[in-house]
């Protein structure tokens, strides 16, 4: 994308680092239970991007999948446990980082992203979002 400046990030031991070269436009907190589990979050944050965008520019060996379902594959820092991207193979085109592992608090959204709380009906209980942003139930659901 013209004119954009490339974001940079990486996990928390600096093991496995990557770019991504365009904003998206499609962020949103997860709550379903196998993020609450697999983060240790009450929500992370995904980054959807074209797969082709998003590069790996250090520690690619330093990855360890965990697949999640036969169709959703996770991939963390093999040394520090860092979670930093996602693949599902029914959106075989897209990655999805996590926002949080950006440098910097790094905003990675469009002007018009959309920003929204996906899985909404399978949330935490005791702690609720305050926001505006929408809620959904699961994909396509908008
Ligand atoms: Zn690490
Ligand atoms: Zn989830």
């Known amino acids: 994308m013209a004119g954009f400046t490339p974001l940079t990030g990486g996990c928390l031991c600096g093991a496995v680092r990557f770019e991504v070269r365009v904003p998206a436009d499609d962020v949103y907190h997860c709550h379903c239970s196998i993020c609450r589990k ?5 929500m992370p944050t995904y980054v959807v991007v074209p797969r082709a965008a998003f590069i790996v520019t250090q520690g690619a060996d330093n990855v360890t ?3 999640s379902s036969e169709r959703i594959h996770r991939f963390f820092c093999s040394t520090c446990g860092a979670r930093v991207y996602e693949h ?9 980082y996590a926002a ?14 959309n920003f929204r709380h996906i899985f909404w009906e399978s949330r935490n209980g005791w702690y609720e979002p ?11 659901d908008d």
């Open 100 to 113: 949080g592992s950006l440098d910097d608090g790094a905003d990675p959204r469009t002007e018009d992203a």
């Open 38 to 42: 697999l983060q240790g979050a009450l």
């Open 88 to 96: 599902s193979t029914e959106q075989p085109d897209d990655i999805w």
């Open 65 to 67: 999948r965990y697949d």
């Open 130 to 140: 305050k926001d505006t942003l929408p809620k959904i139930i699961a994909f396509g």
